[in-house]
């Protein structure tokens, strides 16, 4: 199976902060239908330490770069070889830059397989699979307040008020405090699927039915990307950033050409 995508597209945006602790790759609208890595970071630990999300963002595409080019291959043990060197990164940022300490970052990876799409996460940034507008998949966030839905503490409609909704539980932080990434295997692909990464900034703007909505519409990723953009600026606070992949084909190949691909897959 050959997996192609359609041009994807991204927003990062500031917002009302004073700085953008969000980082996604590729940067802005770089992205094009070769690539095969996306990536979504969004920075915690206070105005001084957004530079976690792009530390993030460039190891985990250096890790794949560099370590893909030896025919190693790109499969779950692959990807989280590829956090554990970012977590080295992160000693080594806060052993030069003590003032760093604390920092951490969220994680939404997306990697496209010859047979199969690998979706990684660690926080509350998030991932979704649409069909036609319906939301066949989405990542479970690792967060205390849905911690606390999970177990009945508290409503759904609670978590939205909840003084307590921005902790969260897992994230990048270094090797002292390895994560525990989840790792989703998605094989259940068709043409036009979309999936959307984003930082919490786009999730506190619109709720799961409003995302359903927009994405029913059939509206082109620009035009989707641009409702989203101009919620945030009308609802959040905080950073927000996404990024749009579309599924264009899904081709069955010869036992010639899926050598060949996998060779080409090499070169992300």
Request: charged share 30%; glycine share 6%.
């Amino acid at each position: 199976m050959y997996i192609t995508i359609k041009k994807p597209f991204s927003i990062n945006e500031i917002g009302k902060k004073m700085n953008n602790e969000d980082s996604i790759y590729p940067n802005g609208n770089q992205g094009t239908t070769d690539n095969r890595l996306f990536l979504v970071c969004d920075g915690m630990g206070g105005s001084n330490k957004g530079e976690a999300s792009s530390i993030a963002c460039d190891s985990i595409q250096t890790y794949f770069n560099t370590f893909s080019d030896t025919g190693e291959k790109i499969d779950p043990e692959f990807i989280r070889k590829a956090i554990r060197y970012t977590e080295i990164r992160f000693d080594d940022y806060i052993k030069e830059n003590p003032a760093a300490n604390g920092m951490a970052t969220t994680l939404c990876l997306l990697y496209l397989a010859s047979d199969r799409i690998y979706l990684t996460h660690a926080g509350n940034s998030r991932i979704y699979q649409f069909r036609k507008g319906k939301i066949i998949f989405k990542t479970e966030d690792h967060s205390l307040v849905n911690s606390m839905i999970r177990t009945g503490k508290i409503k759904p409609e609670e978590a939205e008020r909840h003084l307590q909704r921005n902790v969260i539980c897992k994230a990048i932080q270094g090797s002292k405090a390895p994560v525990d990434i989840d790792i989703t295997q998605i094989t259940d692909i068709q043409p036009d699927d979309r999936f959307l990464m984003c930082t919490d900034g786009v999730t506190e703007s619109l709720k799961d039915d409003e995302l359903s909505e927009l994405f029913s519409k059939n509206d082109s990723p620009e035009e989707i990307l641009s409702v989203i953009k101009d919620r945030c600026n009308d609802k959040s606070r905080d950073n927000y950033s996404a990024y749009l992949v579309t599924i264009n084909e899904i081709e069955e190949m010869s036992a010639f050409k899926h050598v060949m691909t996998s060779f080409l897959y090499a070169f992300i």
